[in-house]
């Protein structure tokens, strides 16, 4: 069930020792930023996965070569972890990851103190754990919760995970320089607030060693009045640790670094906006899933309302990247998403996020309920 929450979303010694910064100072704005950091806290959920479930799938004989080139880190760190692969502390954590989405983890996760220490405060959002009772029960979930986190905290002593981090400290500081070198250019972080009429005080970037290749998440939450945005994704290429002199740890692709970036911080202006429709607006467009229920589910997209999240999100990055001036770029994203993923509604909601972009008058807001009316009249067809 794990390696099933995970595939379908298909993320030096602590965060502050490696976090790093890339200033944008294209505006201005105060604290307005690409923050470049390795996140404790998901390095462990990540571990959890391997050590939990991929690992031991690694030693079977039907287990596929490219997942094993794929996840030749992963599988590596869970051959010299193994040993602890019946620990009480892994057990715990593993049963609470049958009914909680990865992303969902994340979000809880960055925003609290590093394992060995983290624990549930005040200043954390019943949002953020809900979902840790089946029956949204906040005092059930909080406690549930807990035990989450204290079970994290005893497999991170079990292990001592602080010495992995330590010991491989020159491979995660080859992620962050491949992150760094390969930054979206200046003027993205201006284009894309424009376009959304939103703002947030951070954007931090998170690469992740753990996390399984090829998997990216966006998550947001706000503090002490400041928001702040983040992107944690897995390698994007077979990475290469064995020989020092030619460390490369996967992730030096400008290309789909803008693209993932785009893609995941655009679900934090873009999820709030689908969220504020009508209810009735979602429902009368529901037997539009019909068509692409098949093509969506293997996705990680079960639902109508998560596949329009995921619709005008690609539709946001059709535009921004034509704003960008990568045309050829915006159109190959463009097929790709309309052949090949089925997300067959798409050039529905470009038409009307083109003409709010052409004039920016009103909000994107109001461009994403416009562009639902349009896709309300074909659904009527």
């Not at 500081?173 to 376009?195: H, S, W, Y």
């Not at 290749?213 to 992107?231: I, N, R, T, W």
């Not at 504020?276 to 093509?295: G, H, N, V, Y």
Request: charged share 25%.
């Amino acid at each position: 069930m794990l390696k099933h929450v995970l595939l379908l979303l298909a993320t030096l010694c602590t965060s502050s020792t490696f976090a790093d910064k890339q200033g944008n100072p294209t505006d201005g704005r105060a604290g307005r930023q690409f923050e470049v950091r390795i996140n404790t806290n998901v390095e462990l959920l990540g571990f959890i996965y391997f050590l939990g479930y991929e690992g031991s799938q690694s030693e079977t004989p039907s287990y596929p070569e490219k997942d094993r080139k794929r996840y030749a880190y992963g599988i590596d760190v869970y051959q010299h972890y193994k040993s602890f692969a019946g620990s009480k502390h892994l057990a715990v954590a593993i049963d609470f990851a049958q009914d909680i989405w990865l992303d969902y983890f994340i979000n809880l996760l960055i925003q609290l103190e590093d394992f060995p220490n983290a624990k549930l405060t005040d200043q954390i959002a019943p949002a953020y754990y809900r979902r840790f009772s089946k029956s949204g029960d906040l005092a059930e979930a909080r406690k549930n919760a807990s035990a989450f986190l204290e079970a994290m905290n005893g497999l991170y002593r079990e292990v001592d995970f602080g010495s992995y981090l330590a010991k491989n400290k020159s491979l995660y500081a080859n992620a962050i320089a491949q992150v760094k070198a390969g930054l979206p250019e200046d003027r993205f972080l201006t284009e894309m607030e424009e376009f959304y009429q939103g703002h947030f005080d951070s954007y931090n970037l998170v690469p992740s060693l753990t996390i399984p290749a090829g998997m990216g998440f966006g998550a947001k939450y706000e503090s002490g009045g400041k928001k702040h945005a983040f992107h944690v994704f897995g390698t994007f290429a077979i990475q290469q640790w064995v020989d020092s002199n030619k460390l490369d740890m996967g992730f030096a692709d400008k290309k789909h670094l803008l693209e993932l970036s785009t893609h995941e911080f655009g679900h934090s202006f873009v999820n709030p906006c689908v969220d504020s429709l009508p209810e009735m607006l979602i429902a009368e467009t529901q037997p539009l899933f019909d068509p692409i229920k098949e093509a969506m589910g293997p996705q990680g997209y079960p639902g109508w309302k998560t596949c329009l999240y995921e619709h005008f999100v690609r539709a946001g990055e059709v535009v921004i990247a034509r704003n960008l001036g990568h045309s050829e770029d915006a159109e190959r994203i463009r097929n790709h998403y309309i052949t090949n993923r089925k997300f067959i509604y798409l050039d529905t909601l470009i038409v009307e996020l083109e003409k709010y972009n052409a004039t920016r008058k009103g909000s994107c807001r109001q461009a994403i309920t416009s562009a639902m009316l349009r896709l309300r009249e074909v659904a009527k067809r």
